[in-house]
């Protein structure tokens, strides 16, 4: 069984510029969440979807936005990229939303921004 | 103040030894509690979950004390494949959202 994937592994844009990154959950997973984490921090709360809906919002700005699809895959958008949004943006995959599911991160694509 | 605090380290300590990492977090409601490991340039991976009566997991011992909101890791036995970042992880009362700390470096050294 494929874990969780994201694409692309590595992206280099230029500030101002906007980027898409891809995530697919576990097989039979319904929640996706997505997290930023810069060099030398623990990574930071951006988004959770489940069930296409978004359940949570981390403290980001509005340039950041992000959807699920019905097979539960999902996007993350980032507009008019700032130096300071180069990151490791990670994804993880849960069965559903709650206390009592793990979380199941893929390996991250590594975003610089030039 | 973070909402969950650990010291950066790192911790060099040789093969064989004990070593304890010890965080603290913010929100007396947080009901969730995990230590991950991270390799450099890797994702982090569940390493255990914490639970209020302590849970062992061969050399690794997490205890959770939620008078002084206070976490920590015990490692028995250090192996040099322990070398990696532990990150101390709350879960928030919606069940929704992971609040890292900003983790512990551990180099074990021959």
């Known amino acids: 069984d494929a874990g969780v994937t994201q694409s692309p592994t590595h992206l280099i844009k230029t500030r101002g510029q906007h980027v898409t990154l891809r995530c697919s959950p576990i097989?039979?997973?319904?929640?996706v969440s997505w997290y930023q984490q810069v060099l030398g921090q623990g990574p930071q709360f951006i988004f959770q979807?489940?069930?296409?809906?978004?359940?949570g919002r981390g403290n980001f700005p509005d340039r950041f936005s992000a959807r699920q699809f019905p097979n539960y895959s999902s996007e993350l958008n980032v507009n008019a990229l700032l130096l300071g949004d180069s990151a490791l943006y990670l994804c993880?995959?849960?069965?559903?939303?709650?206390?009592?599911?793990?979380?199941?991160f893929g390996s991250g694509t590594r975003l610089t921004v030039v | 103040r973070k909402e969950v605090e650990q010291d950066p380290g790192p911790f060099n300590v040789p093969e064989g030894a004990t070593v304890a990492f010890n965080c603290t977090y913010s929100?007396?409601?947080?009901?969730?509690f995990f230590w991950y490991r991270q390799d450099c340039r890797k994702e982090p991976k569940l390493l255990m979950s914490?639970?209020?009566s302590g849970n062992e997991d061969g050399r690794f011992t997490a205890q959770l004390n939620r008078a002084s909101q206070y976490i920590s890791l015990l490692i028995r036995d250090s192996k040099l494949s322990d070398s990696a970042t532990y990150l101390c992880?709350?879960?928030?009362?919606?069940?929704?959202?992971?609040?890292f700390g900003g983790g512990t470096r551990l180099m074990v050294k021959p």
């Open positions: 993880a995959s849960s069965l559903a939303a709650g206390h009592d599911y793990g979380y199941t």
């Open positions: 097989s039979g997973h319904k929640s």
């Open positions: 979807y489940y069930e296409k809906e978004e359940r």
């Open positions: 929100n007396s409601a947080s009901q969730s």
């Open positions: 914490v639970y209020s």
């Open positions: 992880v709350v879960k928030n009362n919606a069940g929704n959202m992971l609040t």
